[in-house]
């Protein structure tokens, strides 16, 4: 069961208002110019533009992400580097027989 889709909402295919010029789901005024659509839905210019801000910075982010998980693999070698010496001086083995 389906509810009837009136004129201009979002889900009637395109949003066409009365007048059959597309309208933003958003404000419902005509859109001027290039329609620009996420997921079949029709966004001014203005509504667009706030819906895709988030998705600007996800290439930035992500390099930063992997820059600071290589340090800390960085920073993880040179700790287990620096424990096996510390227990190389100290006589121990990792067999575990000749702990003091």
Do not use: K, N
């Not at 700790?79 to 100290?90: I, R």
């Amino acid at each position: 069961m389906s509810e009837p889709v009136e004129i201009g909402t979002p889900r009637a295919g395109g949003s066409r208002g009365p007048d059959g010029v597309i309208d933003c789901v958003c404000c419902h005024r005509a859109i001027q110019g290039r329609v620009r659509t996420i997921g079949g839905r029709p966004y001014c210019a203005e509504h667009y533009a706030r819906a895709t801000l988030g998705s600007r910075g996800t290439w930035p982010s992500l390099v930063a992400m992997l820059v600071g998980l290589f340090a800390l693999g960085l920073v993880m070698f040179v700790l287990a580097l620096a424990s096996q010496t510390l227990w190389m001086t100290a006589g121990w083995s990792w067999s575990g027989s000749s702990l003091p």
